[in-house]
């Protein structure tokens, strides 16, 4: 058993004032959503010692390899270090800039592998949402301009080399943005936990930020939270992302990746609507695991992993707004190949998940899923 977090993790209001990076020349990347004190706050933060900041800053958009290109050609000169201060799309592309700018050529080059991870600048990352981890992952998720293609880059030149996790910065994100980001963060936990080659190392820290979504996230969405639900939520977010470092996804990403091309969902919300769909599809093969992982973090009984599939759907139905659009309003029967062959494309997959998978049970799970 081994667990690998070389990121130094901040978490707490106050470690903004230990904020840190390396070199002289950092480029500060900060979504636009940050309220104006603090980034001020932040600059400041960056600027002590004499260091010369560049601040760029973005909205909240997954990375296209089009803004990623253009923008390691618009910063030209020496950069020592990258700072980004955003949700997981910001800090995705933070990554995937820090790549290019060592590594060379153009992020579609690392898609299937035509060139190869050699080292990316030194990053300090600072999540303003609560659910991707990518602030302590190896992992960079982009968009393909070119063919729509998501694809996940994953190497250790892609980890931080700090975190700075400012429960604080949760005050200004709208509920929907908590409720979506903190969804994925649970699911990560989720899927880490149910992964055939899961590390237990990871277990409590998993359970932990279950428990810790499961209890705050209906007092957030009814409007009645104070920084106790928002510290909560934000350390359940750097819980799932140790997670997923150390035992990846699993069928909901993976089809949260497949679909992805065919809305324009949140991450989070889309993953909170195919958990349903996953649970059903290998249910008969937890082996009653997943009935104990929703004993453990809600402190409930449950005969069965039916039972708990059945909890879990129902939780997560009574915190989404009825108003959201269905996942599959913009499929077509001819999309269903192109989607089967997507989640085929992951290869390690079979690997983790519990049921045995092949082309004719993913072709029938995702007609359920469009035909619903
Ligand atoms: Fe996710």
Redesign the pocket.
Known sequence: MRLYCPTEIHFGNTELQQLQVDGCVTLALLSRSIAPEYKAKIVAQLQLGGNRVIVMERGGAEPSSDEIDRCAVAVDGVVDSIFAAGG?STLDFAKALALVKVSGGAIADYEFGSRSFNGALPLTLMPTTC???SEVTQYA?INNSVSGRKFTLGDDCLRAKRAYVIPDLLQTLPVNQILATAL??F??ALEALLNEVRNPIIEPLGIEAMRLIHRHLITIVQGEYGIEQLEGVALASLY?GIC?TNSR?GL??TL?VAFSEFHKLS??VV?AQLLPHALRFNRDHYNGRLKQIVSDFSAQSFNSDTDAAQYLCTWIKSLLPTTISPLNRSVVASDIDHIVDRILQDKGLPLVNSRPLDHTNIRTLVEEIVYE
Do not use: F
């Open positions: 997981g659910g991707s981890g998720v994925d963060g699911i990560h799932g997923i996804t909901i990403h949260s991450h989070g993953n």
